[in-house]
């Protein structure tokens, strides 16, 4: 009896035309579901001016209105530049962006980054509420490349359509590492005439220069030093004997700040009775690889030679692992001294370092591009008269007690160089604004540089900047720093690339 009812109420003609109908509905839904999804673009936006790109969970672009490309350590203070850039009308500010590797995985780069954000965002406030009311007044955004700047290219072409209203984009400051990523970045922007303003670039390749051919980057300006003026001021601080010197560097090409640093630190060395001590970092220098394991064999080589000390051409992981490597030397009655350049910075919060390696008459010192004791007096250490002032470091501690509720961490330089950059730029657009107008044209900018120095230089709290006529600092402080037994980043003395302060003019030689 049951089967027999079944059967007629699933196999009647009726329920058959039925049960058809149904079947169809749903599969005609199924299909529509896949045509849609196949024929609408899916939405890869993360913000306003913010999207992932095809094959990247990475949300890359730029964006003022306090997104913080989902990393939380950038939350405060891209909610304080939106704060900020809110209280702009449309017809009185300029636009200045901050391009950097925001969403990087390197605890170094993060930290970094986050620090230079603060930096910039410190002396956005400034030019804002307290030069007098001068025009234009300054409005900022965050630039995101990706990690390892991979994305630089859609960030950079975004860039360049910002020029016009309501934009009005008229420099980019950041530019924060010497890698070749940063130096197409680079190249694309000042080709496209907008002023470029380097906060920690000290790659010589990445600049300009006297000589036919070497205007690649017209409108770019940097406030570090390059990787020469860093070997230099380390040589004059170290009184280096080339006898008892080696030098340790990387082999991996196309690194413009390790490629240069060893150029640098062998022209130093010459003379020096040894070759160089070889190692290959991974592609991305970030990365551990198996570099560790080549320390620990050159730890033994060094301990066969008469060296001294050991300048080191390589990026801050390795420098790390080296570190690491010679703290557990054989000869440990020996005292050796590293010398190295800004990516010494990193050092401090690294968590990886061995500290007690730093108690093994082993002594770490690195050109920093500032910090914050460099134009503190303090007793038996005067601050020089030219070059930099306290006054104006000072007026830097008061801006970025701003930037956050709890106090920004200084000791890298990284808050300090990225104000500087950030107050270049400004100076640079309110010098290019003809009077009676709101603010410049967008090549106007970035032919300021040459101006940039004498009385018209840039009083940064890191030291003046007086730039030549190639967008180059003359002359820039370049405070040593020895990385202390506990991990901490001690101010040793200010060292000067030309071996002494500039003059009270401040006007760079001719060169070349």
Same mark, same amino acid.
Request: proline share 5%; glycine share 8%; hydrophobic share 35%.
């Given at each position: 009896m049951a089967d027999r009812?079944?059967?007629?109420?699933?196999?009647?003609?009726?329920?058959?035309?039925?049960?058809t109908v149904l079947a169809l509905a749903?599969?005609?839904?199924?299909?529509?579901?896949?045509?849609?999804?196949?024929?609408? *673009?899916?939405?890869?936006?993360c913000a306003r001016g913010v999207e992932r790109p095809a094959g990247s969970a990475e949300c890359v672009g730029v964006n003022g209105d306090g997104y913080d490309f989902g990393v939380p350590?950038?939350?405060?203070?891209?909610?304080?530049?939106?704060?900020?850039?809110?209280?702009?009308?449309? +017809?009185?500010?300029?636009?200045?962006?901050?391009?950097?590797?925001?969403?990087? /995985?390197?605890?170094?780069?993060?930290? =970094?980054?986050?620090?230079?954000?603060?930096?910039?965002?410190?002396?956005?406030?400034?030019?804002?509420?307290?030069?007098?009311?001068?025009?234009?007044? #300054?409005?900022?955004?965050?630039?995101?490349?990706?990690?390892?700047?991979?994305?630089?290219? *859609? /960030?950079?072409?975004?860039?360049?359509?910002?020029?016009?209203? *309501? &934009?009005?984009?008229?420099?980019?400051?950041?530019?924060?590492?010497?890698?070749?990523?940063?130096r197409q970045a680079v190249a694309s922007l000042t080709g496209a005439g907008i002023a470029v303003v380097g906060t920690t670039i000290t790659a &010589? +390749?990445?600049?300009?220069?006297?000589?036919?051919?070497?205007?690649?980057?017209?409108?770019?300006?940097?406030?570090?030093?390059?990787?020469?003026?860093?070997? =230099?001021?380390?040589?004059?601080f170290g009184k280096v004997v080339a006898a008892r010197a080696l030098l340790v560097q990387d082999t991996r090409t196309g690194d413009h700040y390790t490629d240069t640093l060893k150029t640098a630190f062998a022209a130093s060395l010459k003379g020096a009775p040894y070759e160089p001590q070889l190692f290959t970092s991974p592609p991305d220098p970030t990365d551990e690889g198996t570099t560790a394991?080549?320390?620990r064999q050159i730890t033994h080589l060094i301990c066969d030679t008469r060296a001294e000390t050991v300048f080191f051409a390589g990026r801050h992981t390795q420098l790390r692992q080296f570190i690491n490597a010679l703290g557990a030397r054989g000869c440990a009655e020996r005292?050796?001294? #590293?010398?190295?350049? +800004?990516?010494?910075?990193?050092?401090?919060?690294?968590?990886?370092l061995d500290r007690k390696a730093l108690k093994t008459r082993l002594t770490v010192r690195y050109a920093s591009l500032a910090h914050p004791d460099a134009w503190q007096p303090s007793p038996g250490r005067p601050v020089p008269r030219t070059g930099g002032s306290a006054a104006a470091y000072t007026t830097f501690v008061a801006d970025i007690a701003r930037a956050s509720k709890t106090p920004v961490p200084l000791a890298d330089g990284q808050a300090i160089i990225a104000y500087d950059a950030m107050a270049t730029a400004v100076h640079a657009i309110r010098q290019a604004?003809?009077?009676? =107008?709101?603010?410049?044209?967008?090549?106007?900018?970035?032919?300021?540089?040459?101006?940039? =120095?004498?009385?018209?230089?840039?009083?940064?709290?890191?030291?003046?900047i007086c730039l030549d006529n190639f967008g180059n600092p003359f002359d820039k402080a370049v405070p040593i720093v020895e990385l202390a037994q506990d991990g901490s980043q001690r101010f040793v003395q200010i060292a000067w690339p030309e071996g002494r302060p500039p003059a009270a003019s401040c006007l760079p030689p001719r060169r070349g």
């Open positions: 009812l079944r059967y007629r109420v699933w196999f009647t003609t009726r329920q058959k035309i039925v049960t749903v599969l005609g839904t199924g299909v529509g579901y896949v045509v849609d999804r196949a024929t609408t *673009p899916e939405d890869r936006s350590s950038l939350t405060e203070v891209a909610r304080a530049i939106a704060t900020e850039n809110a209280t702009l009308t449309s +017809d009185e500010y300029a636009t200045v962006a901050l391009l950097l590797p925001l969403t990087s /995985t390197d605890p170094g780069m993060r930290v =970094k980054v986050q620090h230079e954000v603060q930096g910039a965002y410190a002396r956005q406030y400034r030019a804002n509420h307290a030069s007098n009311s001068e025009t234009p007044r #300054i409005r900022l955004v965050l630039a995101n490349t990706g990690k390892g700047n991979a994305h630089w290219r *859609p /960030t950079v072409e975004r860039l360049k359509t910002m020029t016009a209203a *309501p &934009d009005r984009l008229r420099a980019v400051s950041g530019v924060a590492t010497s890698s070749t990523e940063v &010589d +390749d990445i600049a300009n220069g006297p000589g036919a051919g070497n205007n690649r980057y017209p409108g770019l300006a940097r406030v570090s030093p390059t990787n020469s003026d860093e070997a =230099k001021a380390l040589a004059h394991n080549t320390f005292a050796f001294t #590293i010398l190295t350049g +800004d990516e010494g910075s990193y050092l401090g919060a690294d968590l990886k604004t003809p009077d009676g =107008k709101h603010y410049p044209e967008t090549a106007d900018v970035a032919t300021q540089w040459p101006q940039v =120095k004498g009385s018209l230089r840039v009083e940064g709290a890191g030291g003046w």
